[in-house]
């Protein structure tokens, strides 16, 4: 509904009281309903008054326009400004707040996320390499490091971030010439871990016995958080692709160690192998029993497991290859599918082991890259991201629709994958898309791609490695006790985003008021004037502009459009104090929020046109 507040001043002592996403600018609909609050007189002072009551919270969400894709470029990364020529990526990279970049102290979820990855040069991509972390707001390099402690990390090694001591610092895990290596949030050496290893290696971070302190699963090799051995699974058991990770399998609060054909305990003993070929794996619960299943791609072979080890089903792809899967609810039926590209189809396998759609792709490279989904339209079902030689698809989950296709990509293709992460901390997904020229000319480094209209559904600011699910890290890079404890419960998802399904688009909604007005000052023909700004919407917002406008201008000196700090859900700030002179007063004042001083909102809201108040007489004639 409209609703204006013209507040007629009515004083009998110093003071009266007077009754998510962030989206392209809209046009504020003008007012045209008038009320008058009633008047009370709290007190004046120098100081804000006491805090203003907190809005009553609207549950309102934007529908979810479904096919709607304006993808743009946000950023990119393409040169390495300390290591000239360490700029074509062949792995995932992994984000995660490094930096305090709001200056309170602290690397918190508060923090903008930053990208980290390896990159090569000349070609080596199986050679050392850089490890780079660049801003995830701007894309500007933070450090790059091609020796620390005197060894050098691979430059297509998987990157996995996470607060592994639990002192609220991340580190950074990297495949090294020598073992694993362990950086400091800044990029310094912490150790290296002279353990088996792979110029592909991707090390996965959990809490395997809940005890606070988080563990490395790497290939086959569990360490603590300080580097140290916990033990090594025996050969042949699984582990060669190094894409093994903890997950718990029989939701008893402890982790298992998921191998490409095997599980271990946390302790290390052996639970099951199942004998076949070592793969990339996956969790999920196909058939909702509250029991997950282990999904495996190998040797173009896709199976799946029980939590035991025994036999489910599985399924061949008759093309060649197969990359690590993706488990999640692709069509909205609130059962999970299995997504997983192979050499020249990108496919959804159905919880029964059925084909539902196949899209063609072309893969010729490794013909094992992975893949995302997202669900952006917030209605359910999830979206497939990946990106194959050329292109960076996404298709519809249910269908296999193409919903977007960019073609300024390329690559020679190993594990990697894109990933749909909220990198600037805008409140709206992007896409961050690894590149390389190294087979295919086109583009190289890091590509962040937004939607133009800034609709995709939030994400996390996080995706902290190659295996990454949901529960096993929070916002800020900790490590949760337990880890995944019931993932399959709350998420049902692998290599996923999103932390909810079917949320809509979350709106805020602005307001105004309280407004109150100090007369202290009315000697000198001028009053103050403190206004409170509320946010009763659902979605947060990072900052919101609120103009004051006199006689139909911006207001004169010194105030014109002020902005607020951060507004989350349900909060209340006051702004103020400003001063009103008679002779600036005029016809009277118009307070709006969500206006940049030419009438236009950067927000869509629950409700628009209901964000002004206009006071009409000046404070001092009803002191």
């Not at 801003?135 to 996995?160: C, E, I, M, N, Q």
């Not at 060669?240 to 599980?263: C, N, Q, T």
Request: charged fraction near 20%; include cysteine.
């Amino acid at each position: 509904m409209n609703v204006l507040r013209t507040l007629a001043l009515a004083a009998s002592f110093a003071c009266s009281d007077y009754g998510y996403t962030k989206n392209e600018p809209v046009d504020a609909p003008r007012d045209t309903a008038t009320t008058e609050p009633p008047v009370e007189f709290p007190r004046c002072g120098p100081d804000a008054p006491a805090g203003p009551p907190a809005p009553a919270i609207e549950e309102c969400r934007a529908e979810p326009t479904v096919g709607t894709f304006s993808p743009v470029t946000e950023w990119t990364w393409t040169s390495n400004p300390i290591h000239p020529g360490y700029d074509d990526i062949m792995a995932a990279p992994a984000v995660a707040p490094l930096v305090d970049t709001d200056g309170d102290g602290d690397v918190d979820g508060d923090d903008a996320p930053a990208v980290v990855f390896t990159a090569f040069t000349g070609g080596a991509y199986t050679s050392p390499g850089a490890l780079v972390a660049v801003r995830g707001d701007d894309g500007s390099t933070l450090w790059s490091v091609t020796s620390a402690g005197g060894f050098a990390p691979y430059s297509s090694s998987g990157v996995a971030i996470g607060d592994l001591e639990g002192d609220g610092s991340p580190e950074v895990l990297v495949s090294a010439a020598g073992g694993l290596m362990c950086l400091a949030a800044d990029g310094s050496f912490k150790w290296l871990a002279l353990v088996a290893h792979s110029a592909y290696g991707h090390p996965a971070i959990g809490d395997l016995d809940a005890d606070g302190v988080a563990e490395i699963v790497y290939g086959g090799t569990v360490l603590d958080a300080w580097g140290n051995v916990r033990f090594t699974t025996p050969e042949g058991t699984g582990g060669g692709s190094y894409l093994s990770f903890p997950f718990d399998l029989d939701d008893d609060g402890m982790m298992e160690i998921v191998l490409g054909k095997a599980a271990y305990s946390y302790d290390g003993a052996l639970l099951w192998t199942d004998g076949g070929a070592d793969g990339w794996p996956a969790v999920g619960d196909l058939d909702l029993d509250g029991s997950p299943e282990v999904i495996r791609v190998a040797s173009s072979v896709i199976t799946v497991l029980t939590a035991e080890g025994a036999p489910f089903w599985s399924f061949t792809l008759t093309d060649g290859g197969g990359g690590p899967p993706t488990v999640a609810d692709f069509d909205g039926d609130g059962a999970p599918e299995i997504g997983v590209a192979s050499r020249s189809y990108y496919r959804v396998i159905d919880d029964d082991g059925t084909e539902l759609w196949a899209q063609p792709v072309q893969d010729f490279s490794s013909s094992v890259t992975g893949s995302s989904v997202f669900d952006f339209e917030g209605d359910g079902a999830a979206e497939v991201v990946y990106a194959d030689e050329l292109t960076l698809w996404v298709y519809d989950g249910a269908t296999g629709t193409v919903e977007m296709a960019w073609d300024s990509h390329s690559s020679g293709t190993l594990y990697e994958y894109p990933m749909v992460v909220d990198v600037d901390q805008d409140g709206a997904a992007e896409i961050v898309v690894p590149s390389n020229d190294y087979t295919f000319s086109g583009s190289n480094g890091i590509t962040v791609i937004g939607d133009a209209k800034s609709s995709w559904a939030p994400a996390r600011p996080v995706w902290n490695q190659h295996a990454y699910s949901i529960s096993n890290v929070d916002d800020d890079g900790g490590i949760p006790p337990g880890g995944t404890t019931s993932e399959w419960r709350a998420w049902n998802s692998f290599r996923a985003g999103n932390s909810k399904t079917a949320v809509g688009l979350g709106l805020p909604e602005l307001q105004i008021g309280p407004v109150e007005a100090c007369v202290d000052e009315c000697w000198a023909d001028a009053a103050f004037l403190w206004i409170a700004v509320a946010n009763a919407g659902i979605a947060d917002v990072p900052d919101v502009s609120v103009t004051i406008y006199v006689d139909g201008g911006v207001f004169l000196s010194p105030w014109q459009t002020v902005t607020t700090g951060p507004l989350p859900s349900g909060a209340t700030t006051w702004l103020g104090p400003f001063e009103v002179r008679r002779d600036e007063f005029g016809g009277g004042l118009e307070v709006r929020v969500d206006d940049d001083g030419t009438g236009v909102g950067a927000y869509d809201e629950c409700t628009e046109g209901n964000g002004t108040v206009v006071i009409t007489t000046f404070p001092c004639d009803e002191a």
